[in-house]
């Protein structure tokens, strides 16, 4: 057996682990979370438990040092049954990576270490209320004043906002320059807003991030007063597959859900699945899981190898998975006809889901003007 065939062997064990905790733990949870909003304790407590929190965090730090492949997958088998708590479990993961890559040793010795263990949580603040898409258009500012910086502005639709004790800020520091900033939720000059009232991703909280006079010590700075951008866009890189992993579990689950629907249910006097025009409804739905899938992984691989395409084919991931979330989980619902319209079965619920994997980590509209920013330039 080659080595690469070694290595998917140990992948697709531990997806037969992950599914478990998914179908023994979260999936009883789901629709409970759903109905009464989050924050999601009782899913962040097993993932805490499982070491799932601290998967894509290094092991010097007391993550489990599970590479990129692995969190696409863990994401993807816990979104097949519950989009909120997947992206519950991921945030660690994201929001830390710039710190991972571009902090000092003892700024990741004080963040890190707690969030693997699950002790603490983070979010990552970068959407402002006059834009998420055009990052450049930031105005939260950071000023340097002695030994702290102070940081001002508004951060808008915070995945764990108020929930969190951790939060990685994009300020602008000095012209067009950005810096990466962490700030504690114990710091002075931080607030939230009220939680948005969301079609979806009820489970998850969400709410504005306030800076007022936000003083933070000089070390908290990510890498350096600039460069931030081009370190985001990096971070974003690799952020983009495991949200596109998210999706991918919706469209599962939501295929999954239509399946077992369609082979129970009887029309005149027979499974539906037995007529054509719905064995062709549940093909369609297959082939756009499946090439979704197949385009996520190899972006993956081209990330884990570091190749210059694995921007654009992040960015192709992203938008293949989040179109085949919300059109896969609106033909489930109409496979189960009004059935599909209740709250009682989970196709209404992976339908609403869906719908911000199409929005958020950069809208499907800009992954489709970088993808032909790349193509056209070659």
Request: hydrophobic share 40%; with cysteine; aromatic share 6%.
């Amino acid at each position: 057996m080659n080595e690469k065939a070694q290595n998917w062997d140990t992948y697709e064990a531990f997806r037969d682990t992950v599914q478990r905790i998914a179908r023994d733990k979260i999936e009883p949870l789901a629709a409970e979370l759903d109905y009464t909003g989050g924050p999601p304790e009782k899913q962040f407590k097993i993932f805490r438990e499982t070491g799932l929190v601290g998967l894509g965090l290094p092991e010097e730090y007391g993550g489990g040092g599970g590479d990129l492949m692995a969190q696409v997958i863990a994401v993807e088998e816990i979104a097949r049954v519950c989009s909120s708590s997947a992206l519950t479990m991921t945030l660690g993961w994201g929001t830390l990576d710039p710190l991972v890559r571009y902090g000092s040793d003892e700024l990741k010795q004080e963040v890190i270490p707690p969030v693997a263990s699950g002790e603490l949580k983070t979010a990552w603040c970068i959407t402002e209320p006059q834009g998420g898409t055009d990052m450049a258009g930031m105005t939260t500012r950071a000023v340097a004043t002695g030994e702290d910086w102070v940081l001002n502005g508004t951060k808008r639709f915070i995945t764990n906002a108020g929930w969190a004790d951790w939060y990685l800020v994009v300020a602008r520091t000095e012209g067009d320059e950005f810096g990466i900033f962490m700030v504690h939720r114990n710091d002075p000059g931080i607030s939230f807003g009220e939680n948005e009232q969301k079609m979806g991703l009820k489970g998850s909280p969400t709410a504005d991030v306030n800076l007022d006079d936000c003083r933070i010590p000089q070390g908290r700075v990510v890498g350096g007063p600039t460069g931030g951008m081009a370190r985001m866009t990096r971070s974003l890189t690799h952020s983009r597959p495991v949200i596109a992993g998210q999706a991918l579990g919706v469209a599962q689950g939501a295929l999954d859900q239509a399946v077992a629907y369609v082979k129970e249910r009887k029309s005149m006097g027979k499974p539906l699945a037995r007529y054509q025009l719905i064995q062709e409804k549940i093909g369609d739905m297959t082939i756009r899981v499946e090439g979704a899938r197949a385009l996520l992984y190899r972006a993956v691989e081209y990330s884990l190898r570091d190749r210059p395409e694995a921007r654009q084919l992040a960015s192709m991931a992203k938008t293949a998975c989040s179109d085949a979330a919300m059109s896969v989980a609106v033909d489930a619902v109409q496979l189960h006809g009004g059935y599909g319209y209740l709250r009682d079965y989970p196709v209404e619920r992976m339908m609403r889901d869906a719908k911000i994997t199409q929005i958020y980590e950069g809208t499907n509209e800009i992954q489709r003007l970088i993808i032909a920013k790349q193509v056209l330039s070659d």
